[in-house]
């Protein structure tokens, strides 16, 4: 909830849209013994109260069909409300391609061939810069890259973008390597909205 406020006081401050994605449940852990959630229902009971507290789109993910049943539930209100709005338009994201088993690289081509389907892509910049299958068994990241993926992406036209931000990365439950500590966020933001400006005179 904390990030979440934050986040709203930035977005609302720079007149960005913003989206909550949240994870209920982390699955795919690369050890048994990685933090995998709270729980489903409390899970999905908070991305809820984020949506009622900030007024703001949630959104989360399913892993399997069997999941889909009990996420739907806690997700129907939002459904129809986007249903009823006669809204069938889809958003692909660009979440940086495997290049060997440790790294993640973003080709920025991919953005303007996505956008041909005519609709919005959003590029993931924290996942893309992840590093899977790490010698501890834990996936690594290049949180120093975060500004740089950014700022291309924003430079190439991508419509959107997914950061993941945490105040503490390192003490963070789930993917932290790649995390953008909560303190930078608004600088990040105020520059590529500059540089979305300076793209739009274009």
């Known amino acids: 909830m904390k990030i979440a ?33 709270i729980g489903d229902e ?39 409300k986007v249903r009823e709005t006669g809204n069938d338009q889809v958003v692909l994201t660009d979440r940086g391609n495997m290049f060997g088993y440790q790294d993640m690289i973003v080709d920025y081509r991919g953005i303007p061939v996505m956008q041909e389907n005519n609709c919005p892509v959003v590029l993931d910049i924290t996942h893309s810069l992840q590093q899977p299958n790490q010698a501890g068994g834990v996936t690594g990241g290049r949180p120093e890259l975060i500004e740089t993926v950014a700022k291309a992406g924003i430079a190439v036209g991508a419509d959107g973008i997914f950061i993941e931000t945490h105040p503490d990365p390192a003490n963070a439950k789930s993917d932290g390597a790649n995390m953008l500590q909560l303190d930078y966020l608004e600088d990040l933001l105020t520059k590529l909205v500059a540089i979305r400006k300076t793209i739009n005179q274009f």
């Open 5 to 37: 406020e934050r986040i709203v006081e930035i977005t609302n401050k720079l007149e960005i849209p913003f989206i909550f994605k949240g994870s209920y449940r982390k699955a795919n852990r690369s050890r048994l013994d990685s933090f995998a959630g």
């Open 42 to 80: 409390k899970a999905l009971k908070i991305l809820k109260k984020v949506s009622d507290t900030f007024g703001v789109p949630t959104v989360t993910d399913i892993h399997s069909a069997e999941e889909a049943a009990m996420a739907a539930e806690s997700m129907k209100f939002a459904v129809n």
